[in-house]
T-cell receptor, first 115, second 115 residues
């Protein structure tokens, strides 16, 4: 069974810092990996999706990398802002021939960026 | 394009009562998912529909939870009778189809508190 772990569980940084969130997964046979953002009382917003054949994806100040063989992904946030404060979730979709759409989520990293 | 709609947004019930949640997916999306997110954890898939058929309900507690998707559009998730441990956010998501490359879009969720 796929298990996803995110470290750290919480992070508090001053505005302007560059930061890295980590995600690891136990089964490297994945189809893709996705990073989501969750604001309090709201649903999940997709940030970046990396296919298993890709090494990284970038969107604005966000960069996500994937090392499938070692079961790791990182989300890099450049020049953090208070508006980045949210919980960041990592999710993997199993591969290995499965066509089911189930996503396996980590517990998330709660990020606070203070002015 | 309208997103995934869910109602109600909040619900408080006593244990042993019943409750129902409603989800309207993005127009044209054939696949619909219900996830349960307990506080401090990542979402966990409860059930997945393809049109009006169930694809995966392996993690649905069938003694108390039921779900249906009549006419392949809206869906209802019911809990009867509720237990304290059912307190969670219930997220609905939809995608064009199921399988690896179709992104899931999430609704705002329904926060259930069982007292």
């Amino acid at each position: 069974k796929q298990e996803v772990t995110q470290i750290p569980a919480a992070l508090s940084v001053p505005e302007g810092e560059n930061l890295v969130l980590n995600c690891s997964f136990t089964d490297s046979a994945i189809y893709n990996l996705q990073w989501f953002r969750q604001d309090p009382g709201k649903g999940l917003t997709s940030l970046l999706l990396i296919q298993s054949s890709q090494r990284e994806q970038t969107s604005g100040r966000l960069n996500a990398s994937l090392d499938k063989s070692s079961g790791r992904s990182t989300l890099y946030i450049a020049a953090s802002q208070p508006g980045d404060s949210a919980t960041y979730l990592c999710a993997v979709r199993p591969g290995g021939g499965s066509t089911l759409g189930r996503l396996y989520f980590g517990r998330g990293t709660q990020l606070t960026v203070w002015p | 394009e309208a997103g995934v709609a869910q109602s109600p947004r909040y619900k408080i019930i006593e244990k042993r009562q019943s409750v129902a949640f409603w989800c309207n997916p993005i127009s044209g999306h054939a696949t619909l998912y219900w996830y349960q997110q307990i506080l401090g954890q990542g979402p966990k898939l409860l059930i997945q529909f393809q049109n009006n058929g169930v694809v995966d309900d392996s993690q649905l507690p069938k003694d108390r939870f039921s779900a249906e998707r009549l006419k392949g559009v809206d869906s209802t998730l019911k809990i009867q009778p509720a237990k304290l441990e059912d307190s969670a956010v219930y997220l609905c998501a939809s995608s064009l189809a199921f399988g690896g490359n179709y992104e899931q879009y999430f609704g705002p969720g329904t926060r259930l508190t069982v007292t």
